[in-house]
Structure formats: C-alpha cells, structure tokens
C-alpha cells in the first residue's frame, strides 16, 4: 500500500486555514471537561453524545455546538482543546494551522476575554517550540449577534493585543448565515482593516452567491470560507479565478450539513479544474467525522482527484495562508521535493 492516495495524502506538507478550535471538542474531551468543571451534559455516555450529531442544515449543528462549548470554562481547557488539535494536526502532517475561535461564545458566559486567548496562545505558542509547526489565531464575530456586539467584543480583545501580536493576525465572520449578510458588518470590519488586521468571512456556505459578493467588495475579505455556492453565479466565478480569490473549502462538513448529499455531487473538483484557488479544510472535525487527511482521502475518492491535483490543493494552503513569503517558500520547496520524490518512487 506504499503507493496510495492515502499514503500520499499521509506524508503531503499542508495548512490548515479554515478551522474552529471549539469545533475540535471531541465527545470525550467534552465529558471529561464537565467532570472538571462540575457541569451536567444531558448525554449518558459519549456514544449516545456522538449519536446526536445528524444535522440537518447548519443552524442544527450551530444548536450543539455552542451548547457543547459550555464545558469550556478555564485557561488549562482552552489550551487542553488547542493542544489535542495540535497533536492531531501534527498527525496528518498539518505545517501551519490559523484557527479560529469565537470568543462572544465564551464572553457570554461569563468567561473573560483573556483566559479564552491565554489558553489557546499557550498551546500554540508550546506547539510552535517544540515541533515544525506554527499556528496563528483569526477572531471570529458571531453574525447573529449584532454589529454592536462585534465592536464590543473587539474594542475587549484589543486590549490584548500587544500581548498577542506574535499569534493574533486576524478577523473573522461566521455563525449563523441565511439572514445576516456581511453588509451587517461593514463598519467594524472597516475598523479591523484599518487596525492592520487580516480579514476573512464565511459567505457562500448556505447562503447566496450575493453574500460572497459582498464579503469581497463590502468586507474587502482576503479569503472567502466556503464560498461552494459560487458556482450558482458565472460572473462570480470569473471573479474569484481572476483574483485568485481563496476558498477555504471543508467538504465533510459540507455533506454533514446537508450542502451537499453526496460528497460525489461536492464541487471542489470543479472549481479547482476550472482554476478557482481552492483548499481542503475541515471546519468542525470533532462534529463532522474527520480531520484534514480525512478530508483530503474522502475527496480524492470521491471525486477522482490525482497526486497532482492534491499536491495543488496543498500548495494553495501554503499560499492563501498569510505566513510570510520567506516562509511560504520553505513549505513550498518541501512540498516540491515531496511530489517529487513520491513520483520518482
Ligand atoms: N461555526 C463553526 N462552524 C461553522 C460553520 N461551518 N459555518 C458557520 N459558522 C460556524
Ligand atoms: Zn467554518
């Protein structure tokens, strides 16, 4: 089996850039957090836990997932949560991880700003000692929450900063979509701009292609998350080749919640044959049933992708990231070397 997609798939250098750490709490991670913190799940057991999650759109596993989260109530959890993706990351061979994490999720809770960042940055900091491995943190704002709420939860989180600048690089939107566009964020995702952040939006996922629209031309996002309904909008499409526009695409997640019903019907193929800047990614993989090589494995099947395809897909994780040039290189030349040597097998 030395030969294998998997085995292929197993050694490949990659990223991961469209990631929620809260969505990496592994059913027994989550029992185990609750027994720490003295919290009742209604759950009996982990498998009748892990029984739950059939979804039936997004706002369904939204429901779980913000209520599973809850367990999360000290500094030694985040960096629990952070640290066993690291290690699960460093298992498929992830080089650089910018995860994302929904601090209005925890601050409404009562949890402060600063135990959700100190926990995180500590794994990452850890796991970028002791390994090749670096991580970086994106800022999420809940879109169903207001626009208030995002400046409020912004001008919080500012005041760590400086004690942050070596991880925290960005901003992001996610949450419920159908019904709050990105318009709704204009002006603080103006003020994240102007603060020198980078800036990414989840558009595209359930909602229409007119979301991606205006993620692109309104938010002035870098990246788009999601962004599979594209294909519903050939001027868009065009748009996105055009300017190498990167979708963070997450195809398990896309069929356990219903965007696709088949991971054969699933478009990443397409759009990457058709010279769309797309990446495998995947999203919440503690709800979803798979990490990033089990992403990579599930489409390559599925859709017939070839070493050369993969190797694409993994080259334009090292290049939508928003490492520096000099270290995009590095991971460049090693994937290089990589295909190379496989081929040459
Ligand atoms: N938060 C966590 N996962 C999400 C997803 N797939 N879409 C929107 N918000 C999310
Ligand atoms: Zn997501």
Redo the contacts with the bound molecule.
Sequence with gaps: MKNSLHDFIQGLPKAELHL?I??SLEPEMMFALALRNGIALPYASVDELRAAYEFGD?QS??DL?YAGAAVLQTEQDFYDLTMAYVQRALTDNVRHVEL?F?PQTHTLRGIAMSTVFAGIARALRQARAENDFSGSMIM?F??HLSEQDAFDTLDAALILREQYADLWIGIGL????VGNPPEKFSQVFARAHALGFHVVA?AG??GPPAYIHSALDVLNVERI??GVRAEEDGVLMQKLIRMQMPLTV?PL?NLK?CVVTDLRQHNLARMLRAGVCVTVNS??PA?FGGYLNANFSASAEALGLNRTELAQLAKNSFCASFAMPEQKQIWLDELVAYVDGYLAE
Excluded at 174 to 177: I, K, M, P, Q, V
């Design positions: 929620h809260e969505g997004l596993f939204l997932y994302f929904d999420c809940l879109r996610d949450s419920g979509e989840h996922e359930e998350d999601h997450c997640s919640l999203d919440d709800y």
